[in-house]
């Protein structure tokens, strides 16, 4: 795969019921922290306001595990994992989250209807570029090198030009119960 190649989805489920069981929206790969990430993102963002009214999306940013050194990769585990904590606390967490799972950064996008502004949308993506390169310089500057307690062994220090994979998670009832919650008041 080429670096300046646009983002690929590997799991698409968001035209299934399957995905209100196991809270994966899409799953993107080929995604790196280059000149294509604000376009690609905003297409991801684009994407998530079209017919997903009142739905909290939680993006997971992760390292792309290494697939031939990995025995097996729970992506609906992981998944399920991630989403019991809010992406401020993975944030605030990040070294020793980042030596669990390959985390980078993670964010909520609320999406209350379809309209969207581009422009919006670009700085959305702009920020979320500069909050993972942000959590990438502190994971680089405190996580320990000679420590290998997981799988994947996320003792490294992160090259910046590493590919990343894209879990998005959806959770479809919460904003509806609180949009109904809203309207009865």
Do not use: C, W
Not at 45 to 60: A, P
Not at 117 to 122: A, C, F, G, R, V
């Amino acid at each position: 795969m080429k670096k300046d190649e646009n983002v690929k989805i590997i799991l698409n489920n968001s035209n299934s019921l399957i995905n209100r069981d196991n809270g994966i929206y899409k799953i993107y790969d080929n995604l790196f922290l280059n000149k294509n990430f604000i376009i690609n993102l905003i297409d991801i963002l684009k994407d998530l306001y079209d017919n997903n009214e009142f739905t909290i999306f939680n993006l997971h940013f992760l390292i792309k595990p290494n697939f031939k050194t990995i025995i097996k990769f729970d992506v609906q585990n992981l998944n399920k994992h991630l989403s019991k904590y809010p992406p401020d606390f993975l944030n605030e967490n990040i070294t020793r989250v980042y030596k669990n799972t390959g985390l980078l950064y993670s964010s909520n996008i609320l999406v209350f209807l379809s309209l969207y502004d581009i422009k919006n949308l670009e700085n959305i993506a702009n920020s979320i570029k500069k909050d993972i390169k942000n959590n990438i310089d502190i994971i680089n500057n405190t996580v320990y090198l000679d420590v290998k307690n997981t799988i994947e062994n996320y003792s490294k220090k992160v090259k910046i030009n590493k590919e990343i994979m894209l879990i998005i998670n959806a959770d479809f009832d919460t904003m509806n119960d609180e949009y109904k919650k809203f309207n009865n008041k």
